[in-house]
């Protein structure tokens, strides 16, 4: 503190903290976290590793459900499909295109013809398409047989697969190029093509030559034969998805003599592998569970060595707590380390599978391999010595902090909250009040000093603040005084004065042109002296919560980590927990005036068209009103339906807190005699092109579907957003 202000100070003296603050990870609710984190961990392993086993269960019956085809040598031809059982593999599309199958095939753009048993495309174009009019096997084999003829820049002749809408596709095709010939793999995303380097290889396809292109696709792999040979083993970056298949030529023409598509179907090596490959994973996942059981196990005993030593100390029992608690934790390291072991052995059998004589990567693969298991069985070796030591020593919860202080925050905190200097009471009690009542008994709300403006009501401000003070410093007890309170229950109205033992129950609550204006409004127009409740509208976080709270869908859920604000529309969480910053907000929250780090004291209300277009096109308000709408038309003492005027008095009373008037209770009938008919004849209206996206769809009841609607534009109304 400056010495100029020769203000009198406490004395500075250290403070002991309490266990909370210099050891948060101690406290007991964090505690209860740890253990029941640790035990969710356990129950996860066990489950996946049932999943683990089931997979393995259902990989061997698949193995043990194959027949072979027999080859001349008696013995398993691995390289080759499975069958269907029944010795032939039944396939999806098999056509030889000497007529237009047209269950089968649609042209979707170029000059195509069935003509001489082929199918041609006879003028050259970009990318001339002719698909499936049904989805083909995810996996699936496909034998093409074309020839590519002259004329044409490029000569592209190709298939596409997992093809949706033109839009998205994989590819496979031959370019006689303008030199250099290939075959490629391409796939199209949003109707752009994407051609990786590693999907093309150099190949060598002639025009007027016959071709034969064969296609193997499962899962992401892709492998692709030209005349026999293997010319491409290709990885699929892009996820795959159903879809149909397709023939196409771009810049280019030909002539397509047969295809042939037949689900694809491991091998016997295939299914033998998988067998293996999930035994390997079910392993994992059996230890994993014994990893998972050892750190709760761990995590409950260093918790309870932490609080005998902490908590309840002095305590006799603190040393065999220790030592059980670093038992516990050198257990739980040698379950890791033998889970890690047992993972490095398992890729040093992939390694050594998968090597190869004349393959100097491969043989460095299963050297760094070993490598790695070797440093694995090291470390199992290390845990398990280190199990058979006795000592006290373990990790702690979590960090430590210094368990005492200087004392100058504290002495600092009680120099501002000291009666000697009300100010910060003040400042508080003018917050709430403008919070309440719209406006703050000192206007200048970020300026108590000379150059701010002086307060409306001192001597209240001094009254509030004292009872502040007096009260602990209870912020409910401050709320409390100023909502029971005559000036904070006053009517908005403008038409009549609130008398002492008036019936505020009689009191309209927006104004009408019918009653006389009261004489207040002509003494204080201003509204200085609190004679009337003044109209504002709602904040940005009321009005998006408000929404959410008219058919009880609010989460009122305390705490909890911070939102995104993309989510707002679907997660019904108070607006306070969204994140909210310059760069980063919900759109109700930023066209509503919510808050600002360069408005801390005092927002900024705006009046713009994009807030009433906020709450017409939310798909909250479009949710909202369709459930209010219902649970308005349900009787709650009779079985009989609810009238169109009973619906509209409920309607304004649960949206707007107010009866219709008269001209609004004969609008809103005349909307819903004019809507219904209208909704019961949905062809003849116009759509719009686009709709929200909401969780509850319109009501296919045109009279209950005009209810909706009305309570829609209730929701827009101005006095839905006016606190009065």
Known sequence: MPSVLNLPLPAIEPITLPLEAFYPDLRAKRRQELIDTA???????????????????????????????????????????????????????????????KELWKVLSGDWAFEDKKLKLKTPGHFATIATLTNHPLDFKATLKYRTLEGGAIGSVGLFFDMVELKDAQAVYTALGTGNSTVQAFHRINGSEVYPGAGIVPAKVKANEDTTLEVIARGQELKIWLNGELKLTYTMPTPRHPGRFAL???????????????????????????????????ALAVKSIDVARAEAAAIEARIAAEVAKYVARPSSAEGGQSTAASHAERTATLAKAELESLRAEQQLDIAKAATKPDDAKSQEAVKASEAKATAARAAVDAAKVNTTKEDANYTPLGPTYPATSTGRRLVLARWLTSKDNPLTARVAVNHIWKRH???????????????????????????????????????????????????????????????????????????????????????????????????????????????????????????????????????????????????DQATMLELFDGPSAAECFERTDSIMPQQALSLANSPVALTQSRLIARRLSQSETSSAPVSDDDFIHAAFEALLVRTPHADELASSGIFLQRQAPLLAEPNKLTRTPTGLATSIPPSTDPRLRARENLVHVLLNHQDFVTIR
Not at 56 to 84: I, W, Y
Not at 252 to 272: C, N, Q
Not at 456 to 462: G, S, V
Request: hydrophobic share 35%; aromatic share 6%; glycine share 6%.
């Open 437 to 583: 009542f719209g406006t703050a008994l000192v206007p200048s709300v970020a300026n108590f000093g000379l150059n701010g403006k002086p307060p409306t009501h001192p001597a209240l401000l001094d009254w509030l603040a004292v009872e502040f003070m007096e009260s602990g410093w209870s912020l409910k007890h401050l709320h409390r005084l100023m909502v029971t309170s005559a000036a904070y229950r006053r009517a908005s109205s403008e038409v009549r004065e609130m008398g002492s033992g008036e019936d505020r129950a009689n009191l309209p609550l927006s104004p009408s042109p019918s009653l006389p204006r009261s004489n207040n409004q002509r003494i204080d127009p201003e509204n200085k002296s609190y004679w009337r409740a003044n109209i504002r509208r709602m904040e940005a976080e009321v009005v998006r919560d408000t929404l959410w709270s008219l058919t009880n869908g609010l989460d009122r859920t305390f705490s909890g980590p911070e939102l995104e604000p993309a989510a707002a529309d679907t997660t019904p969480r108070r607006s306070l927990y969204f994140r909210h910053t310059p760069d």
């Open 248 to 282: 196409w030529c771009h810049a280019g023409v030909a002539e397509f003599h047969s295809l042939k598509i037949t689900p694809s179907e491991p091998s016997i090596d295939e299914l033998r592998l998988a067998v293996r490959a999930a035994e390997s994973e079910a």
């Open 39 to 101: 035990k969710a961990a356990v129950v996860q392993t066990e489950a996946d590793a049932a999943k683990k086993q089931a997979a393995v269960d259902t990989a061997k019956k698949k193995l043990a459900s194959a027949v072979p085809r027999p080859s001349g040598s008696g013995q398993d031809d691995a390289s080759e499909p499975l069958s269907n059982g029944r010795g032939t593999a039944v396939p999806f599309l098999d056509d030889n295109f000497a007529t237009h199958n």
